[in-house]
Every structure is written in structure tokens, then in C-alpha cells.
């Protein structure tokens, strides 16, 4: 019911910018909750930033705080990551999601296929 196709990733050297942009289609307005997941090589998939569009408070995991800046873009059903001052241990796939609840990954409802974020020292 819900599609998620996320963009921008690429690779970028440590203090570098990027921003990951996520195009949603479907019956998005069943889905209050939305952000950004990541999951490095080795490791489980983590809670990056989330956002409620009922107003509800943002989630932000505490490595990136400062850092990233999720926003999101209802005329344009769009769903955006500005990620500053990256570093090496930012690099993972990232991958857009629906169905949130704070950055708890098993809440999830549905999943884009990620981008890939590779950050070099």
C-alpha cells in the first residue's frame, strides 16, 4: 500500500554534507510516523531521525544530534535527511521508513530499499 524510493547517497569525505531525500506514494496518510534507519556492515539497523506530521515530537539518535536535520514535504509526499559534518561512522545503508514509533526499529511498518552513505577519512 505504501512505496518508498529513497536517493542521494553517494560518498563523501569526513566533515562533508549530503542530503537523502525519500519519495512516498500510497495511502501515506495512514502513517503519522516517518524517518530514516541505518544499518552498517556487522551491526543491527538503528533509529536515525524520525518525525510526526500531527506535530507530535522529533527523534533524533544521540550520535547524529547537531549533526542531522530530518524535514519532510507533504505537497511533494518527500521525506528529507540533511546530514552535516559526517563522519566515517555514519557510513551504512540508510533506508527511508513508515510506520514509526520513536526510532524503534521493530515498529516499522514499511521499508524503502536504502541508499548507501560511505563517508572516507
Known amino acids: 500500500q505504501v512505496q518508498l524510493v529513497e536517493s542521494g547517497g553517494g560518498s563523501v569525505q569526513a566533515g562533508g554534507s549530503l542530503r537523502l531525500s525519500c519519495a512516498a506514494s500510497?495511502?501515506?496518510?495512514?502513517?503519522?510516523?516517518m524517518g530514516w534507519f541505518r544499518q552498517a556492515p556487522g551491526k543491527e539497523r538503528e533509529g536515525v531521525a524520525t518525525?510526526?506530521?500531527?506535530?507530535?515530537?522529533?527523534y533524533y539518535a544521540d550520535s547524529v544530534k547537531g549533526r542531522f536535520t530530518i524535514s519532510q514535504d507533504n505537497a511533494n509526499n518527500t521525506l528529507y535527511l540533511d546530514m552535516n559534518n559526517l563522519k566515517p561512522e555514519d557510513t551504512a545503508m540508510y533506508y527511508c521508513?513508515?510506520?514509526?514509533?520513536?526510532?524503534?526499529?521493530?515498529?516499522?511498518?514499511?521499508w524503502g530499499r536504502g541508499t548507501q552513505v560511505t563517508v572516507s577519512s
Open positions: 521508513a513508515a510506520g514509526c514509533d520513536g526510532g524503534q526499529t521493530a515498529a516499522i511498518k514499511y
Open positions: 500510497g495511502y501515506t496518510s495512514d502513517y503519522y510516523c
Open positions: 518525525i510526526y506530521s500531527d506535530g507530535g515530537p522529533t
